[in-house]
DNA sequence: TCCTGTATTATTGTATACAATTATTGCCTA
DNA sequence: TAGGCAATAATTGTATACAATAATACAGGA
């Protein structure tokens, strides 16, 4: 939680926003424990508007709230992140195709923008931040393709995905996925709706296939916690 | 708001889900408000815990939360009517076609009480009831599918629908759907994938042609509202 | 030492008081 | 009478106090 900054009022938005970003960063580790009378001195209000912030965060997946036990930075199981990326399969290609129909030279140059960006943060030794931008390109396309209700769920299965990537990514310093963002782009320049549907179908099979999801002992449950449910 | 009962120590979730049963039904009516201390007052516990439940409404996109003015009944645009059946077709048809292969004879079971409670509350003239057990029977077969990830989010597009029924449906008394529902039963029991899917499909773009979702003047907005925005 | 039950502490859940904002009413004036 | 302004009321937003629950520490006995 090193980059949070407080100011004089801060709203329930800014503080899911500012925690979200922690955990897409993974500077927040799924399993990590989010105490609320700690985030409301970090961010100078009171747990009223810090309860609401978490809550926000439970709904999108990033966190479990266990009643009575506090908010916890969710840990996806194994069927989970299946589940996780068969509903990215169902919606992202086709909006992909929808978007390239209306992709305007802006959208062009922010998506370049996007991808620069990412190499930057890559550069510099910011891994997270470079996944955190990767995704955010996911939800640029959804929101070119002017598909506000698939853009909020493909928000929350980013978001998922981030997570699911914490705990199942294969290598850690894989060089990854730039390629297909630029191949994406290129599509969606032309107007090639099949295109990008095709690639956007491929790139997230590649991104799954990068995974490591066979059966194992649910990660790193602890002995305490297993008895405990 | 009649059917409503109070108890001791009600939860949030059980006001989240006697309010929701309230809209799918129509008995809370797109555009009406609920105020914090009505509804804290029927059910019997503080702001606190209703605040609790409204948000999570508002989240499912049942309500819309207007800062400093309160929680009313959500009143889908036309796009956000489109953009929810889009969704759905992206999402059933597929789901309709993992179930057939896990259908289970309790499964059927089940499946054909429900349509016939549905036909019961079509008989006792309670439309709203059959509206309602209509959208869980959708749930229905995202859960028998076991896909729970996309059963949350058709939890919302089912909501969703709903309001788009109650603004948005052409004749007030179509004997409807019965049908589709019979005949998607007869292909999950047979183990019939394509079937099934095709037959989603087909039950999708039967409803979404019996709504009027042509462009107007964004259905009954009061003068006043109007020039508040 | 290890287990178990108990006392203590820490943390979340709920209610309530107060502040901030918005809606309403009534009055005054043109 | 219509419009605007001010005062009042109604409602939501936030902080805080207290209650309920869970986690921890500790003591006693086998």
Same mark, same amino acid.
């Given at each position: 939680?090193?980059?949070?900054?407080?100011?004089?009022?801060?709203?329930?938005?800014?503080?899911?926003?500012?925690?979200?970003?922690?955990?897409?960063?993974?500077?927040?580790?799924?399993?990590?424990?989010?105490?609320?009378?700690?985030?409301?001195?970090?961010?100078?209000?009171?747990?009223?508007?810090?309860?609401?912030?978490?809550? *926000?965060?439970? /709904?999108?997946?990033?966190?479990?709230?266990?009643?009575?036990?506090?908010? /916890?930075?969710?840990?996806?199981?194994?069927?989970?992140?299946?589940?996780?990326?068969?509903?990215?399969?169902?919606?992202?290609?086709?909006?992909?195709?929808? *978007?390239?129909?209306?992709?305007?030279?802006?959208?062009?140059?922010?998506?370049?923008?996007?991808?620069?960006?990412?190499?930057?943060?890559?550069?510099?030794?910011?891994?997270?931040?470079?996944?955190?931008?990767?995704?955010? /390109?996911?939800?640029? #396309?959804?929101?070119?393709?002017?598909?506000?209700? #698939?853009?909020? /769920?493909?928000?929350?299965?980013?978001?998922?995905?981030?997570?699911? #990537?914490?705990?199942?990514?294969?290598?850690?310093?894989?060089?990854?996925?730039?390629?297909?963002?630029?191949?994406?782009?290129?599509?969606?320049?032309?107007?090639?709706?099949?295109?990008?549907?095709?690639?956007?179908?491929?790139?997230?099979?590649?991104?799954?296939?990068?995974?490591?999801?066979?059966?194992?002992?649910?990660?790193?449950?602890?002995?305490?916690?297993?008895?405990?449910?």
């Amino acid at each position: 939680m090193s980059s949070i900054t407080k100011s004089k009022s801060v709203t329930a938005e800014e503080i899911t926003a500012q925690l979200s970003d922690a955990v897409h960063e993974h500077r927040l580790k799924p399993g990590a424990k989010l105490r609320e009378d700690e985030v409301s001195d970090v961010f100078g209000v009171s747990r009223t508007v810090v309860r609401q912030a978490l809550r *926000a965060m439970a /709904f999108e997946g990033l966190l479990a709230i266990e009643k009575n036990r506090g908010a /916890f930075v969710a840990k996806p199981t194994l069927k989970e992140a299946h589940e996780v990326f068969q509903a990215r399969a169902l919606l992202e290609p086709s909006t992909a195709r929808a *978007a390239a129909e209306r992709t305007t030279p802006e959208d062009i140059a922010l998506l370049e923008r996007h991808i620069s960006e990412e190499h930057d943060a890559l550069d510099k030794g910011k891994p997270g931040l470079a996944l955190k931008l990767s995704g955010d /390109f996911h939800l640029e #396309i959804a929101r070119i393709a002017d598909q506000q209700t #698939i853009e909020q /769920f493909l928000k929350q299965l980013v978001s998922r995905s981030s997570l699911v #990537i914490a705990l199942y990514w294969k290598r850690r310093n894989a060089l990854c996925e730039s390629n297909a963002h630029h191949a994406l782009v290129d599509a969606l320049r032309n107007h090639n709706g099949s295109s990008a549907e095709d690639l956007m179908k491929g790139h997230l099979l590649d991104i799954y296939s990068q995974l490591d999801l066979r059966e194992s002992d649910e990660g790193s449950t602890s002995l305490k916690e297993a008895l405990r449910r």
